[in-house]
């Protein structure tokens, strides 16, 4: 197997013995912030506490809350000069919070995502288009300085702008993308609409991530080009992307265990939930100095893909996120995450690029309206082909949650597009 770097192919044993060594020096710089010092201290834990990599679990968790208390440079571990950048999460739920990083962190963070791109085959022949917002949101920066080390020719072309994005990519014969999966089918469309078959563009590979998707929404985006389409999993709390990417098996994402340390815990009590259960994602930086961050807590739910995988390399899989804990909506009593939605619905071909979920009270009770796009060629079937495929999808969506929404089927490109990630759900239930 070629590999980007040694520690991609280290073994389990490796791993552990440079997860141990990396957590001590982590806990150390992290000490130099009076957050985590005073933090520690209560706790208990001082500089030569952590024996074992078990020891981990007596370090408190760091939240969302805990970064937002100590913006912008709280948390800073070294002199404010070595810092070179900051990131902010997207702040998709709620205040950002800011992430300072000195030269090393950036390196080892070009390297890591270096590393996921080369392990699905991109190279230096690759041209890589990234249609990833820039500016704050580490999905731009971040996979930018990684496909540079890796050699390939980038091009930053930003988001949205489809008719721009198939100009730059026909000039330049981009073979490699990185695109938010809600984006890759609203080109795609674009592309039809110009009368063209997306099959046709040179792309060979995506990196598709930033937000939840099912493996059947990954299915169209893999039909729709003719091309690749592997799952990439970051946070900006833990860097951004290159903490987790799918290798060629494409089944579950290897998370980079040099850099990091992954656990899965009960969202409610904190403890780790056996292998193979579904919980709550929980990570340790190894590799930072600008700012370490200790167990964070990162409200997105999924599980250890147990056993070795076929490719060979140690480090650990996780299953595609299921959802964030935030997703979920309460509805009739019942917990509902939007990707069990998406699950059903992307299933039928007539459902076109995009859905939105609203949820509503009509003064009796609450109730779920499902808006599905409608390919154009089937939208001008008859009405009674329409109206069964309506009660068959409602049928198929009371199955899997146990609650029968009302779905309306609209023409394709009538939902609202976004440029950054994509808003499944309007909540528009009055809050008590
Ligand atoms: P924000 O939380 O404001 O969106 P980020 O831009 O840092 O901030 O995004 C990180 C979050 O995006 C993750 O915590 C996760 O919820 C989501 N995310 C990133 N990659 C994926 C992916 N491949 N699948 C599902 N969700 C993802
Ligand atoms: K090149
Ligand atoms: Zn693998």
């Given at each position: 197997m070629e590999v980007f770097d040694a520690a991609e192919l280290w073994s389990r044993e490796r791993i552990a013995e440079t997860q141990l060594t990396r957590l001590k020096a982590t806990l150390a710089q992290s000490r130099k912030c009076s957050f985590y010092r005073e933090r520690l201290d209560e706790a208990g834990i001082g500089p030569d506490s952590i024996r074992s990599l078990d020891d981990l679990r007596r370090i408190p968790f760091t939240t969302k809350q805990d970064l937002r208390s100590q913006y912008p440079t709280g948390l800073l571990c070294v002199p404010p000069s070595e810092i070179v950048r900051m990131h902010c999460s997207s702040g998709t739920t709620g205040t950002p919070v800011a992430i300072c990083h000195t030269q090393n962190d950036i390196n080892a963070w070009a390297d890591l995502m270096a590393r996921c791109m080369h392990m699905v085959g991109?190279?230096?022949?690759d041209v890589f288009q990234n249609m990833s917002g820039y500016g704050l949101f580490t999905g731009g920066l971040g996979i930018h300085f990684g496909a540079e080390r890796l050699g390939c020719m980038t091009i930053p072309a930003g988001p949205g702008n489809s008719r721009r994005q198939i100009k730059l990519a026909k000039d330049f014969r981009t073979t490699v993308a990185h695109i938010l999966p809600s984006y890759a089918l609203i080109l795609g469309e674009h592309l039809r609409n110009m009368g063209e078959d997306p099959r046709d563009f040179p792309l060979r590979i995506a990196l598709v991530g930033a937000e939840p998707y099912t493996e059947e929404f990954r299915k169209r985006i893999e039909e729709l080009f003719d091309m690749k389409a592997y799952n990439s999993y970051g946070l900006s709390e833990m860097n951004g992307p290159g903490v987790g990417f799918e290798c060629l098996e494409q089944n579950g994402l290897h998370i980079w265990e040099d850099a990091y340390i992954p656990e899965i815990v009960d969202p409610d009590t904190g403890e780790p939930v056996p292998d193979g259960e579904v919980g709550e994602l929980v990570m340790t930086s190894l590799c930072r100095q600008g700012m370490p961050i200790l167990r964070?807590?990162?409200r997105d739910l999924t599980r250890f893909l147990p056993g070795p995988c076929v490719c060979g390399r140690a480090h650990r899989r996780m299953d595609r996120?299921?959802?964030?804990?935030?997703?979920m909506f309460i509805i009739k009593g019942v917990n509902v995450y939007p990707m069990q939605i998406e699950q059903v619905i992307m299933t039928f071909k007539e459902v076109g690029q995009s859905y939105l979920i609203l949820l509503e009270n009509d003064g009796i009770g609450d109730v779920m309206r499902v808006q599905v796009e409608i390919r154009d060629e089937y939208f001008v079937e008859d009405m009674r082909a329409l109206q069964s495929l309506q009660k068959v999808i409602a049928q198929r969506l009371r199955d899997e949650i146990l609650v029968t929404p009302r779905v309306e089927l609209v023409e394709s490109n009538s939902l609202p597009r976004t440029e950054g990630k994509a808003v499944r759900v309007q909540d528009l239930r009055a809050k008590k």
């Open positions: 991109v190279r230096r022949e964070y807590r990162t996120i299921l959802g964030r804990a935030d997703d």
